[in-house]
């Protein structure tokens, strides 16, 4: 006996297929946008927690005093914590930010001068905050500056300004990133703070 089309089996198998395809079609599409979903909300965690931390030099004096400091600021939204902190000069490192800062104290004699330090590397910084890893303080107890004083405080700090810096950090959901003084706008992402010679401080 010949079988007619369409018939109730055949309908029903094809149906089943097409049912089965719609169904795949938009598993696969519920799969992509969880996936975005997912994305979207691994970015939206990074972003809350992303730092940014840069050197900030800071001088000014008046009539009676002097004062240099060199910082690190985080200027992101997120705690960073220092991994490790390069000073160079002239493109030569910095191993002491103690003796650079103490060796040009002979411009300063006739002034009191106070120098405090601070370690860097292994600190948190939670965001906004800033820690002076170098400041430098010069009072006159009586009377003004002399001007040929105030020319050699002027030029230490030039020097001081003309150092370079790089900064490895990272979050609190470990990304980490490099931060140098002549980029200080553009952090460089990198897989961990250990493919760079870091000071000690």
């Known amino acids: 006996m010949k079988l007619g089309w369409p018939n109730v089996e055949m309908t029903t198998a094809l149906s089943a297929v097409v049912v089965g395809v719609a169904a795949l079609i938009v598993a696969v599409d519920q799969s992509n946008i969880a996936r975005q979903q997912a994305d979207l ?3 939206t965690v990074q972003a809350s927690v992303w730092p940014v931390v840069q050197f900030d030099f800071v001088a000014d004096q008046d009539l009676y005093g002097a004062e240099a400091s060199l910082s690190l600021r985080n200027s992101g939204v997120g705690p960073a914590i220092i ?4 000073v160079t000069r002239d493109g030569v490192p910095v191993a002491r930010i103690e003796d650079y800062l103490l060796r040009n104290l002979e411009i300063t004699q006739g002034m009191r001068f106070e120098l405090d330090v601070n370690r860097g590397t292994g600190r948190v910084l939670s965001a ?5 890893v170098g400041e430098a303080r010069w009072t006159l ?12 405080i002027n030029a230490y700090f030039a020097e001081l300004n003309a150092i370079e810096g790089a900064i490895c950090y990272c979050s609190v959901l470990d990304q980490c990133w ?3 003084t002549r980029d200080y706008a553009n952090p460089e992402p990198v ?3 250990t493919d760079m010679e870091f000071g000690e401080f």
């Not at 906004?128 to 002076?132: D, L, N």
């Not at 107890?141 to 050699?152: E, H, K, L, T, Y």
């Open 41 to 43: 909300m691994e970015k």
């Open 83 to 86: 991994k490790g902190i390069q």
């Open 128 to 132: 906004g905050e800033v820690v002076a």
């Open 141 to 152: 107890a009586v009377g003004q500056i002399p001007s040929n004083m105030r020319d050699n």
């Open 178 to 180: 490099i931060n140098r």
């Open 191 to 193: 897989d961990a703070c």
